[in-house]
Nanobody, 121 residues
Framework: QVQLVESGGGLVQAGGSLRLSCAAS????????MGWYRQAPGKQRELVAR???????NYADSLKGRFTISRDNAKNTVSLQMDSLKPEDTAVYYC???????????????WGQGTQVTVSS
């Protein structure tokens, strides 16, 4: 069974930092893209950052300079360093992976269960 397991969420004061981590496990043949999305109450899920296996990265424009994504292809992990956090960063953060797994003909999206990040003012 393929899983994405997140860790590292929590409560932090404005201006503080948090680091989220996500590990993919199971019969994985290839991970094309790994990244993070977030969903605040009453809002749609939005892209935070993502990175392809070749190393290219994309960030939400509003988060550039504060958030940094990194990936370890050998360990099937992706991390998100979040600095200078603001109350508006409060959301559930979801790990995402575009993967091809054993027994599947096509790659598809997989999601973690989500981890809560709360930034107090």
């Amino acid at each position: 069974q393929v899983q994405l397991v997140e860790s590292g969420g929590g409560l932090v004061q404005a201006g503080g930092s948090l680091r989220l981590s996500c590990a993919a496990s199971g019969s994985i043949l290839n991970i094309y893209v790994m990244g993070w999305y977030r969903q605040a109450p009453g809002k749609q899920r939005e892209l935070v950052a993502r990175t392809a296996s070749g190393g290219s990265t994309n960030y939400a424009d509003s988060l550039k300079g504060r958030f940094t994504i990194s990936r370890d292809n050998a360990k099937n992990t992706v991390s998100l360093q979040m600095d200078s956090l603001k109350p508006e960063d409060t959301a559930v953060y979801y790990c995402h992976a575009d993967m091809l797994v054993s027994g599947s003909r096509y790659r598809r999206d997989y999601w973690g269960q989500g981890t809560q990040v709360t930034v107090s003012s």
